[in-house]
C-alpha cells in the first residue's frame, strides 16, 4: 500500500484546527419544553468542557485519502493507483471509524467524475467517464481497472435519474441510465467477486441492483457474497438495508428478518453489531426507527457496533440516536416508561464509558439532541453547578473549586 502524504498528519492536525470551544455552542431551537430536570439548553450546552469538534478525525482522515489519490489520478498515476487499490481491497485494509481504504482510493480515482457531477455539467461528466474507460482499455486483465469505471458508469447512471423532475424520467434518460448499467454490468461479469478475494468488487457488483431487471433475485446472493469476503465491513449491512425496505425489495417483517440474519452470518467477528446497521440505516430513512425494531436488542446492538472499532465517529453515532429515541420516549413517558430507561441505561454507557469528544458532523439534528443528551445522564450534577469534562473513556461530571 502507497502511504499517502496527508494520513501522515491527520492524528496530529486535524483535531486541533477543527476544534471548537463549547462556549460557543448555542440551542438551535426552544428544547426546554422536553429538557430534564428543568434545565435550559443553553444552560446545558455552556457547561461542556470536553473537546468539541465540527469534523471527526474519521472523516477528515477518510477524506485526505480520496484527496490524496485524486492528485495521483490527476498527475496520471494510474499504475500506482491501481497497485494501492489491489492491495488494500484484497488485505481488506480498514482506515479509522471502520471504513475500507479501498472504496476511498477508488473514490479518489473519479473525483473529476464525480466532481462533474456533483455540478451537474454532464458533457464533463462524459468525458472523464471516457478518460477512465481508457484506464480499463489498457489494463484490460485488471479487476481493479474495471471496477473502477464501473462504478463511474453507475455513479453517473444514479446521477442523471436523480436530476429529472420527480415522476418526469423521459425516455432518452431512462435509456442512458439503462445503457450505462449495462456497461457497468459488462466490467463487473467479467470477473468473479470470490476468485479474486474482492469486497470491492463484491461492492460495486451489489450497486448494480438499481439498474437490473432480476435484482430482487439475486440480491441476497450478492450480499452474501460480500459478507462472506469481508464480515466486518458494515457498508454491506447499510447497502442491503436499503434493498430490505418497504418501497426497495423487502418490506417491514423481512427488514427485521434480514437483520436478525446477517447477526447470525457474522456474530463471531462483530457480535450484534449488524442488527444495529440496518437500524441505523433504517432510522436514516425513516426519520425514526423501524416499527419492527426489539429495542433491548438493538441497545446491546449499539454497544456492540461501538466495540468493533473502539471509534470516536461511531460513539458520537450512538450517541445521536439514542438521544433521539430518548428524547421521543420522554415526550410520552406516561406510556414509555419501560422503553426510556433502556435507551437512558445504553445513552449512559456511551456517555460514561465510549464518547470523548464531541462530533458535531455527527450530530445530525443539531445542537438541541447534545443538550438533551448531556441533560438527560448528567442532569443531576448540573444543577449542582457541575461541568462536563473527559474523564477516563468517556465523559464525566467536575464541579470547579473557584
Known amino acids: 500500500m502507497l502511504v ?188 468473479d467477486p470470490i476468485e479474486e478475494m474482492s469486497p470491492l468488487l463484491a461492492a460495486t457488483r451489489y450497486a448494480l441492483l438499481p439498474g437490473i431487471e432480476d435484482g430482487g433475485s439475486v440480491c441476497r446472493e450478492w450480499y452474501q457474497d460480500w459478507v462472506d469476503l469481508d464480515p466486518e465491513d458494515a457498508a454491506a449491512h447499510a447497502a442491503h438495508a436499503v434493498n430490505m425496505m418497504p418501497g426497495w425489495n423487502g418490506s417491514l417483517s423481512g427488514f427485521e428478518r434480514e437483520a436478525r440474519r446477517a447477526v447470525r452470518m457474522t456474530e463471531a467477528v462483530t457480535g450484534k453489531a449488524a442488527y444495529a446497521v440496518y437500524h441505523i440505516t433504517a432510522a436514516d430513512l425513516l426519520g425514526d426507527l423501524s416499527p419492527t425494531v426489539d429495542l433491548e436488542y438493538f441497545c446491546e446492538a449499539l454497544a456492540d457496533y461501538q466495540t468493533a472499532t473502539g471509534c470516536q465517529h461511531r460513539a458520537n453515532v450512538a450517541a445521536h440516536l439514542l438521544s433521539n429515541i430518548a428524547l421521543e420516549f420522554r415526550r410520552d413517558a406516561s406510556t414509555s416508561a419501560y422503553q426510556l430507561t433502556k435507551v437512558r441505561a445504553a445513552l449512559s454507557d456511551v456517555l460514561w464509558n465510549r464518547l470523548r469528544e464531541i462530533q458535531m458532523d455527527c450530530w445530525t439534528r443539531g445542537t438541541d439532541s447534545l443538550a438533551f443528551a448531556m441533560a438527560e445522564v448528567f442532569g443531576p450534577a448540573l444543577k449542582r453547578g457541575a461541568r462536563i469534562v473527559r474523564r477516563g473513556d468517556g465523559l464525566g461530571t467536575l464541579v470547579r473549586r473557584t
Open 4 to 191: 499517502t502524504p496527508s494520513l501522515m498528519h491527520v492524528k496530529t492536525r486535524a483535531g486541533r484546527s477543527q476544534q471548537e470551544d463549547a462556549l460557543a455552542l448555542r440551542a438551535d431551537s426552544a428544547a426546554s419544553a422536553v429538557m430534564p430536570d428543568g434545565l435550559a439548553a443553553d444552560q446545558v450546552l455552556s457547561r461542556i468542557d470536553a473537546p468539541v469538534l465540527r469534523v471527526g478525525a474519521e472523516k477528515t482522515e477518510w477524506q485526505c485519502v480520496r484527496d490524496d489519490h485524486a492528485a495521483m489520478a490527476a498527475a496520471g498515476e494510474w499504475a500506482d493507483l491501481l497497485e494501492a487499490l489491489r492491495y488494500t481491497d484484497q488485505e481488506r485494509v480498514m482506515a479509522s471509524g471502520g471504513h475500507r481504504v479501498a472504496p476511498l482510493i477508488s473514490d479518489g480515482m473519479r473525483a473529476a467524475l464525480t466532481g462533474a457531477i456533483n455540478r451537474q455539467d454532464w458533457s464533463a461528466a462524459q468525458a472523464e467517464l471516457a478518460a477512465l474507460e481508457v484506464l480499463h482499455e489498457r489494463n484490460p486483465e485488471d479487476y481493479c481497472a474495471a471496477q473502477v469505471v464501473a462504478q463511474g458508469h453507475i455513479d453517473l447512471a444514479l446521477a442523471r435519474g436523480r436530476s429529472a423532475p420527480q415522476g418526469q424520467i423521459s425516455r432518452d434518460l431512462l435509456a442512458e441510465g439503462a445503457a450505462h448499467f449495462d456497461r457497468a454490468e459488462a466490467l463487473v461479469n467479467q470477473f
